[in-house]
């Protein structure tokens, strides 16, 4: 990062040292985390808690099958977006706190795209379980999951294409 460069002041209109930037972008990364950290959580907590109810013995196979694979990956997600906290708490001193966001982006963008298949399998398995139909239940699910594809990673590509394209 240079006071010049495409990270700099002069891109972002602020007047501040790299590492005044640093932990900036840091108090954002932390900010952005916690909405979906406890999100994910809570719904880790819930489907966790589905094996232990009197109906789950009485799932079909695939339903047991799918609820397993959206419990795992509902771990992973929530692994995904608390190990920047971990990272920070390994780094912090060390003078890495550029590193350190750019891993925590990483991580977070990871986070962000395995809550959106556990929300779409806890969705798929829930619908299929309350409509009786699996294919209005794959359907729904799937517009879900297309809704998040949309709005968390095709439109913050969009506006970033056209603000570079109007800034050229």
Known sequence: MTA????????????????ERADRLWAET???VRVAQTGAQILLGFLISVAFTPLFADLP?????LYVATVVLG??????????????RFLA????KPELIRVAGRLIA????????????????LLRTATGDPAVAWIL??????????TWLVLPQIVL????????
């Open 4 to 19: 010049t460069g495409p990270d700099g002041p002069a891109a972002s209109g602020r007047h501040e040292t790299p590492q």
């Open 30 to 32: 932390l900010q952005e």
């Open 61 to 65: 196979d695939f339903d047991k099958n």
């Open 75 to 88: 771990a992973f997600a929530t692994g995904a977006l608390v190990a920047p906290v971990a990272f920070h």
């Open 93 to 96: 001193g060390h003078g890495m």
């Open 110 to 125: 990871t986070g962000l795209v395995t809550l959106a298949l556990t929300i779409s399998g806890a969705l798929l398995l």
């Open 141 to 150: 699910s799937g517009a879900v999951l297309a809704w998040f594809t949309a």
């Open 161 to 168: 294409r056209r603000t570079a394209a109007r800034r050229r």
